[in-house]
């Protein structure tokens, strides 16, 4: 078991920037490949992006590539989704979600097993 926090979420006008943390009590985290989805009011929850457990490759939704940068620092068990060029249809809340070595597929909500509870993030237009 491995308990996720999120934060960083917030207010920010279209085309501004934000950085959200995921903070994990597990001290094994590095085995683990760590997911951020995202899920606006009415909608379904979607895939952002991705790191793997082993070398760090990365994987994004078509949406926020290029905008969106995930990142991880193994030694304060801590993953990073750097967020710029936001638009007002990136608000949701987004959620951290992990799970131990590889999440296959890796845009899929199944294949993680353990959630944070979400951070707010709005865009404004």
């Known amino acids: 078991q491995v308990q996720l926090v999120e934060s960083g979420g917030g207010l920010v006008q279209a085309g501004g920037s934000l950085r959200l943390s995921c903070a994990a009590s597990?001290?094994?985290?590095?085995?683990?490949?760590v997911g951020w989805f995202r899920q606006a009011p009415g909608k379904e929850r979607r895939f952002v992006a991705a790191?793997?457990?082993?070398?760090?490759?990365?994987n994004y939704a078509d949406s926020v590539k290029g905008r969106f940068a995930i990142s991880r620092d193994n030694a304060k068990n801590t993953v990073y989704l750097q967020m710029n060029s936001l638009k007002p249809e990136d608000t949701a809340v987004y959620y951290c979600?992990?799970?131990?070595?590889?999440?296959?597929?890796?845009?899929?909500?199944?294949?993680?097993?353990?959630w944070g509870q979400g951070t707010q993030v709005t865009v404004s237009s």
């Open positions: 979600a992990a799970t131990r070595f590889t999440a296959q597929p890796v845009g899929v909500q199944g294949a993680y097993d353990y």
């Open positions: 597990e001290r094994s985290f590095i085995s683990y490949t």
């Open positions: 790191i793997s457990w082993s070398a760090g490759s990365t």
